[in-house]
């Protein structure tokens, strides 16, 4: 055990034990610059289209999640990614998920969403939650975790997430979730990944800065047992399926796991590696002359 707490380092070994010990970890360079620009791009442009078109889900305000109160929720989020551009769609498939996700959740983990928080300048500090909490106590292991990708710097002013390190260990859920004593602000340079235990204690931080907004990425990744956070079946288009890779698909819930995951007891439907084939032919289903 260590009384340091865990900074941006590339070694997965080291990732995996503070994760362990400490309910985090963070990977430091885990996009190049290039990819960050990429991304961030098109998070950008995609958050002022649904401003501008009056669809932006606001958040970090006296009343949160209120998308028509953009003066007292200045924060934005950005919900189904993976349908809004390919370029998010290399998050899924990064070195951290088999290395850090598969470690926490096991080999066939899947996405339960992929979403971005957008931080500004006057909003308030989301109240502590555990990601799990649906979970009842005792919370023995952990069923889900995210991945946060750090898109600009992240600061204590800014609105850098707050967290309780090793509050993954508690077995319980916050009691009190506008106490922030115990937290400390996560901060780290642009392209910084950081992976946190479902468990942890954890809300988005005040962003205090005169105008400076913190742009993060998220990937919530669950067990393959456990209902996603996003529908996916239902939220991708078929243009978004039909071009997403075969690894991207199985990553995303179109698998096969064990018993669960079934459409149709016909073998062409579900492939023999597990993968499910959403456009073939059905057993029973109506035709367009029928309907």
Known sequence: MS???PVPVTSFDQM??????????????????????TIKARL????DAERSTGVALRDGGPMPWQKDLPQRAPNQRVMNLLDKGEEFWQLLLHPIVDEIICHLLGKNVISSSVTANITH???QPMPLHSDQGYVDIPISDAVVCNTMWMLSDYTAENGGTYLIPKSHLRNQVPDKPFDFSECISLEGPTGTACVFDGRVWHGTGPNTSKD????????????????QQENMAVSLSDE??????????KRTGFLVHGTLGNIDPNPSVARPEGLIDRAQERIGRRSTAEA
């Open 3 to 5: 009384n340091q707490r």
């Open 16 to 37: 995996r034990s503070d994760l362990d010990e400490w309910g985090y970890c963070l990977m430091a360079d885990a996009l190049s610059p290039r990819q960050v620009k």
């Open 44 to 47: 950008l442009d995609q958050a």
């Open 240 to 249: 978004t399926i039909a071009t997403m890779p075969e690894a991207l698909l």
């Open 121 to 123: 300048p006057g909003s």
């Open 212 to 227: 400076d907004s913190r742009v993060g990425l998220l990937n919530y990744w669950c067990r393959p047992w456990l209902r």
